[in-house]
């Protein structure tokens, strides 16, 4: 017996599909293993460098839980990417901060996410692209 077609489980096979990619080949091209969630995580602090970054910016703007934020960003203080800085008002609160490492993984890690990108939209017009935001804007609400 087929399955009927799901929206959701299409989203799922993609998310593990874009993951398992993102994952992929960062130790061949010299990365030490970052991760793509650390990639973007890099490049989220480095696009906001304007301001203070915190674990509960990133919980709130990626929309992931704070025990999968607290994984990843324990993992990238231990590989030497971050250090988590008190803040002088509240002693809780963590400033995130890059290290000169993650910095010099920065542009590399821009560079294969544009291919990546690149290779994903590889064959979509770009009305199907713009439609397809339009979609996950209103799955993406739909879902709050």
Known sequence: MKLPKAISFEIKVLANLIKRKMD???SEDGEDGLTGMQGWIIGYVKANADRA???RD??????I????VTGVLQLMERNGLIVRVPVEHDARLKKITLTSK???????????WQEFESSLCSGLSD??????FVIAAKLKKNLE
């Open 24 to 26: 992929d080949g960062t």
């Open 53 to 55: 970054m915190f674990q």
């Open 58 to 63: 990133i919980e709130k703007d990626f929309d």
């Open 65 to 68: 839980r704070r025990a999968s």
């Open 102 to 112: 993650a910095n010099m993984l920065y542009e590399r890690s821009v560079q294969r």
């Open 127 to 132: 009305e199907e692209i713009s439609l397809f």
